[in-house]
Structure formats: C-alpha cells, structure tokens
C-alpha cells in the first residue's frame, strides 16, 4: 500500500472540530465536544498530520509538563490524544507525528516524555518503554481502620481557597520522588470558586495543613456503591491515620473505596492493603527528549558517584546518538559527548528503562537493549538506574 504524503504542523482553532471527531473515532467519546475542546488552552502544543488535500489524518499533542526527579522539576513533553483516521493507519502517520513532537519539545526545551498507551508497539518503535503503571485499587470500606483523630489533630471539610495549600503538600510529599507531575503551571490552574472534586478533606495541625484526601461520592448507597479518592497524601502517620478513619466512616452508604495509592508513603503504610483488589491498570512508558537535559535536570542520590562510557542509539532524535560520558557525584550528574572507544551499546528504550528505575543493565542485556561483546561486564550502566523506581500518578 503507498504511504500517504504527510504534512505536519500545528493545529489552529479552525482545526478542532475535525481533530475531535478523530479522537471520537479512536476512543469512543462522546460526539459532541465540550467547551474546553473548541478552545486552545495554554501549556500544549498540538500537531497534526494532514494529506495534501488538506485532510487532517492524525493528531499528537505534547503537554509542557514538568515532572520531579529527586528534588529537581525536569522539563517534559508529555503525550496525549495520539489519534489517527482509520483509513491512514499502519502507513507510518504516527510516526511522522511522534518525531515531531519529539524535535519541536526538544526545540523548546524539553528534556523528557511520559505517556499512556492503549497500545504499546508502535510507541516502543518510537523509542518509548515501558517504565510503570498506575494501578486503581479497590478496598472494601468496612475493612479500614477506624482510627480517631490524634488530640492536636483537626478534621474539616476544605473549600477552593484551601486549594494552594493542597498543592504545596502535594508538592512537599512528591518532590523527592521521580517522574511525578509538579502540578505547577497553567494546565494545572483550577477555578477559585469551586472545587475541582465533589469534597475535600483537610487534617490540620495548628492550622498547618499535614494532609488530604480529595473524593468524588458517585451514585447511590447500595452494595455497588463506590467513594473514589482521588488524591490522599500525608506528611505525618497521625495524619494518614485520620484520614483513613474519616474515610471509613463512609462504609454504610460507600461499601467501596476506590483509590491510587504512592508505594510506601505515609497513608499506604496504615492501610490494609491485602485486602486490595486491582480496579483497573494503566501501563505507562518514558523516553528521554534530550539525553543531556535528562540527565543534568535531575537530582541524583547525594551518596551515587561513578563514571560510565556508553555509545547510544536512537532513530528518532539524532541529536540524542552518538557516544556519551555520564560522571554522577554529590548529587548532580553530566553527559558528554566523547570519542572513547566503548563496548556498550544502549538503545533508546534501555535507556528509559534504566532511566526510570524500571530495569537494569544485565536484564536490559537478555532483553536485547543493551549489547555488548561476550568480556564486558554491563552493570557499570546501572549507574543509570541508581535512584530507583518512578511513578505516575496522574492520568494524562
């Protein structure tokens, strides 16, 4: 079959309705678009791809998010409403428009990109692995603790001004962690005058937020009846305590507790998680933007310190091959450019793998992303992974 000839550009507002009918076709939503869908909110750059009569074929978008990597925010260009029209597909479209995603991010300072796929091949083609999932667990309410709140504690229901505190716990719980969003910039603004969730809950300690959760009721209060936290953080056990206590308090009209949870931080460490059942999964997968931003952004772990020489390959950002030096110390790390002869060969996929924590050097070697003769020892590349793992714990 011949493959289309493609124009990529950004999308204008005249472009919209016919990018929703082409996300409607690909996800099933609803045909008629609601108000933010006609409009071209700030924070995203949306590309599509377009024949020469001027249809449009495909649709990328990159969201201008930053993500934390240790205590550091690194620029991102994370990927969404990857769309494209029955009749263009398997003839190279996406492809056309994932690279140009990736040069215009890299032309406008970004350093890495997450996304959620509905499938994973042609992502991986592009340079994109696996790294993670978000998992949406269930508990049935009845099982929570019912814990009191701590004397010096207070429980209240909060409103749209308490919102910049959420944030700034928020910001505080996950800084230290990598790959979450910041929640910072205008993507993340929310009216001020309403809440963004049917209810927030605040817990206080002389009028110092120390924790939140924020919930959506749903419907009915039989036996399917669910109460989904959206969010819940903590920055102290009693406050993760009487969180969870306010929450079970729901068990006679909310029998279960829907929720995403951040691996042991301070509200998972006094669940019953094994009484957890897995609701739903969302694999998600990372590639670096631009390697040597990736690596300079970060923070690193302030007791790593190493030197590696690797040469690395990556078909869709050229600017990212070639044969590169990574010295990590005191907590900050750099990559460049050397003519070192190197046995280590690394794709672009091990490196989002060893990048996020998600694998290591040996293993990325079985699997065929990390070549090597049959002398070399690989493991210097764990330098690479030496944070540990990432998470993502907003659906984008």
Do not use: K
């Not at 692995?129 to 049935?140: E, F, K, Q, S, Y």
């Not at 989002?352 to 293993?363: H, I, R």
Request: negative net charge.
């Amino acid at each position: 079959m011949p493959q289309p000839t493609v124009h990529i550009r950004e999308l204008t507002p005249d472009d919209l309705p016919a990018a929703w009918t082409l996300r409607q076709h690909a996800f099933g939503i609803d045909p008629q678009p609601p108000p933010p869908a006609t409009t071209m909110p700030p924070g995203a750059t949306r590309h599509g791809a377009f024949d020469t009569a001027g249809q449009l074929l495909g649709q990328a978008v990159d969201l201008h998010h930053h993500q934390w990597w240790n205590g550091r925010p690194v620029t991102a260009a994370d990927v969404a409403g990857v769309a494209v029209a029955p009749a263009a597909r398997g003839r190279g479209v996406a492809r056309a428009l994932l690279t140009a995603l990736l040069r215009g991010a890299h032309d406008r300072g970004a350093a890495v990109s997450a996304l959620f796929p509905t499938t994973t091949a042609p992502y991986r083609a592009c340079g994109w692995d696996v790294a993670g999932a978000l998992r949406t667990l269930d508990i049935t309410t009845t099982a929570l603790p019912r814990h009191r709140p701590a004397p010096h504690l207070t429980i209240r229901d909060g409103h749209p001004t308490d919102l910049p505190a959420v944030t700034d716990l928020y910001e505080h719980v996950t800084r230290h962690r990598r790959g979450l969003l910041t929640r910072r910039g205008p993507q993340h603004v929310h009216p001020t005058d309403t809440l963004p969730t049917d209810g927030l809950t605040l817990v206080e300690h002389d009028h110092q937020l120390v924790g939140y959760a924020t919930w959506n009721r749903g419907r009915g209060y039989g036996t399917d009846a669910v109460l989904t936290v959206d969010d819940i953080h903590a920055t102290t056990a009693d406050a993760a305590r009487a969180l969870i206590g306010s929450l079970a308090s729901w068990a006679s009209v909310a029998p279960t507790l829907r929720l995403h949870l951040l691996d042991g931080d301070a509200v998972t460490a006094h669940l019953p998680v094994e009484t957890a059942r897995e609701q739903h999964r969302d694999t998600w997968m990372h590639r670096p933007v631009d390697v040597t931003r990736a690596i300079a952004q970060r923070g690193w772990p302030t007791h790593t310190r190493g030197t590696t020489t690797f040469t690395l390959h990556d078909d869709l950002a050229d600017w990212n091959t070639g044969t590169w030096r990574l010295d990590i110390a005191d907590g900050t790390a750099e990559l460049t450019p050397t003519h070192t002869d190197t046995p280590l060969h690394l794709t672009v996929r091990g490196f989002a793998q060893l990048y996020t924590g998600a694998s290591n050097a040996e293993t990325l070697h079985h699997a065929g992303l990390l070549h090597t003769d049959a002398n070399t020892d690989p493991r210097p590349l764990d330098l690479l992974a030496a944070a540990g793992p990432a998470h993502l714990h907003d659906y984008f």
